[in-house]
């Protein structure tokens, strides 16, 4: 049995959402691996994901976004830095699936210019359909959480359904179960060479 199916028959009763396209391959570095002077070195090419240009984001997102619709939410809520990748793919898996989506970007960023705040992932969170609204604090994990409960709280009021995407240690690490699911394929993949 492959170790990836082996894995999914513990994974198999959460909720998941496929977003990735998986598996993603691996391929050999022979000019790194001549320079180094070792053993062959192989890259798993998880930029070839295939989802909003994500990445890993992509696994990484599966299991919340499984948890998200399970729960029955209509609206994702994110919390994260202005110009984050993975807010950015959280706001298009939203999009896929028909929810709405607000981003509390943190500005861990000091003394940056108008252009940071509006270009890039940013503009590509809007065109996703995302809100957006900006928490002051820098890396101040507990005060953003605490700051998008509030704002999940104004949705509830308004008769959405919001699931919330947080900092805390106290969240539950779904996003580590995209990665297990990496793992085990990569071990097939080896296995195979």
């Given at each position: 049995?492959?170790?990836l ?11 998941r ?24 070195l192989?890259?798993?090419?998880d930029?070839?994901t ?10 990484q ?28 793919t ?80 106290d969240?539950?690490p ?19 060479r």
């Open positions: 049995m492959s170790k199916n082996e894995l999914e028959t513990h994974l198999s009763p959460l909720p959402m496929a977003l990735a396209a998986a598996p993603t391959p691996i391929e050999a570095m022979p000019r790194l691996t001549k320079a180094v002077g070792g053993p062959a192989l890259v798993k090419r930029d070839m295939g989802f909003a240009t994500g990445g890993n984001k992509a696994r997102l599966e299991y919340s976004m499984g948890a998200a619709i399970a729960a029955g939410a209509d609206m994702l809520l994110v919390t994260g830095a202005v110009q984050s990748n993975y807010m950015r959280a706001a298009a898996a939203a999009a896929k699936l028909g929810m709405a989506c607000h981003l509390q970007f943190e500005n861990r960023v000091p003394d940056m210019d108008s252009g940071y705040h509006s270009n890039g992932n940013v503009l590509l969170d809007r065109l996703y359909g995302a809100t957006t609204s900006t928490f002051p604090v820098g890396e101040d994990e507990a005060a953003a959480d605490a700051s998008i409960a509030v704002i999940a709280e104004e949705h509830r009021d308004k008769g959405r359904k919001p699931y919330l995407l947080t900092l805390s240690a969240t539950k779904l996003g580590a179960l995209g990665y297990m699911r990496c793992a085990a394929e990569l071990l097939d993949q080896i296995c195979r």
